[in-house]
């Protein structure tokens, strides 16, 4: 008995000091998009977003005060960056949710048309760990 309450007592630092790693870790989110701006027109739309995996490339889709706001909330090295951008009914929506797979997290975006007929003009950001895949679902 002593033995098994050594052994457990050794074991659970690491096993606490492994959690404390992934809970640095990076965590796939969305970026609150209010007030910011495309640079131009942004390529792609809802079937392929833009990918930004430098500051350079995000400055490129988003104009200089959107990219250095969403800059500040990223970390390049282990993060890259998504930026849907479309125009659509006032009540589309564009829905994130992680799935683990057997080769390593994926990110699988849905999209719900909305039903009024308003055109409106859509911009999602999204910061994702640079290991994860990600994919569109229809």
Do not use: N
Request: hydrophobic share 40%; with cysteine.
């Amino acid at each position: 008995m002593r033995t098994a309450c050594a052994v457990l007592l050794l074991i659970a630092p690491a096993i606490l000091a492994d959690k404390k790693d992934d809970d640095k870790a990076p965590k796939a989110r969305e970026i609150d998009a209010a007030g910011l701006k495309v640079q131009g027109t942004v390529k792609g739309g809802l079937d392929k977003p833009a990918k930004a995996t430098t500051k350079a490339e995000l400055e490129k889709l988003l104009d200089k005060d959107s990219a250095e706001t969403v800059g500040k909330k990223v970390d390049f090295k282990k993060e890259y960056v998504l930026v849907f951008a479309w125009a659509g009914s006032g009540q589309d929506k564009l829905a994130m949710k992680v799935e683990t797979t057997k080769k390593g997290d994926e990110a699988v975006f849905s999209y719900k048309p909305g039903r009024t007929r308003d055109l409106r003009r859509h911009l999602k950001v999204y910061a994702l760990p640079t290991k994860t895949t990600y994919k569109v679902s229809k």
